[in-house]
T-cell receptor, first 115, second 115 residues
Framework: GAVVSQHPSRVICKSGTSVKIECRSL??????MFWYRQFPKQSLMLMAT?????????EQGVEKDKFLINHASLTLSTLTVTSAHPEDSSFYIC???????????FGQGTRLTVV | AQTVTQSQPEMSVQEAETVTLSCTYD???????LFWYKQPPSRQMILVIR??????QNATENRFSVNFQKAAKSFSLKISDSQLGDAAMYFC????????????FGTGTRLTIIP
């Protein structure tokens, strides 16, 4: 089946720096990519919807200037956590959309630790 | 807005026995999809089973089956002949009809298999 490759799987960064997370669709074109955040022992919370060639749509309460999403091509969507702080430490997961006849495909996730 | 509720934070079952995980949802739409996802310790999201709302027949995938009660907005997952590899977090998820691709997840149920 289709594969979404997410990198890095783990990253530790210093407070105040920025971190970029990439999600690549390896054998298909993803016009839409969803970015989720998952706190320990909690569910996946949608942060934003990324559409190729247009601005991302952010969920209520998500700071768009802090979580920059770029979907410049049909195979790559990126999430950049800017000026990271310890409270941004979390597990971030991307996924493709759920189509009529296809399932959603998830990246492997990125564990971000801000120290 | 659609909501998905899982009332069982944790469940346990003896190996080879059967366990049922509960899920209820709220929607005003008539056409939608429901899913059960498994998240093992690796945290990779794995699709277990999917149900189209317009289908009256309950979905089955090997040892996994669902009890879909549309009027009651209930969607439970039955795991038969439980195996050690079934231990994971299980998330119930919802997505709307065609063109609405994002997934709304429940809070999850942690399933433990007792050898």
């Amino acid at each position: 089946g289709a594969v979404v490759s997410q990198h890095p799987s783990r990253v530790i960064c210093k407070s105040g720096t920025s971190v970029k997370i990439e999600c690549r669709s390896l054998d298909f074109q993803a016009t839409t990519m969803f970015w989720y955040r998952q706190f320990p022992k909690q569910s996946l919370m949608l942060m934003a919807t990324s559409n190729e060639g247009s601005k991302a749509t952010y969920e209520q309460g998500v700071e768009k200037d802090k979580f920059l999403i770029n979907h410049a091509s049909l195979t790559l969507s990126t999430l950049t956590v800017t000026s990271a702080h310890p409270e941004d430490s979390s597990f971030y997961i991307c996924s493709t959309g759920q189509g009529q006849n296809t399932e959603a495909f998830f990246g492997q996730g990125t564990r971000l630790t801000v120290v | 807005a659609q909501t998905v509720t899982q009332s069982q934070p944790e469940m346990s079952v003896q190996e080879a026995e059967t366990v049922t995980l509960s899920c209820t949802y709220d929607t005003s739409e008539s056409d939608y999809y429901l899913f059960w996802y498994k998240q093992p310790p690796s945290r990779q999201m794995i699709l277990v089973i999917r149900q189209e709302a317009y289908k009256q027949q309950n979905a089955t995938e090997n040892r996994f089956s669902v009890n879909f009660q549309k009027a009651a907005k209930s969607f439970s997952l039955k795991i038969s002949d439980s195996q050690l590899g079934d231990a994971a977090m299980y998330f119930c998820a919802y997505t709307g009809g065609f063109g609405n691709e994002k997934l709304t997840f429940g809070t999850g149920t942690r399933l433990t298999i007792i050898p």
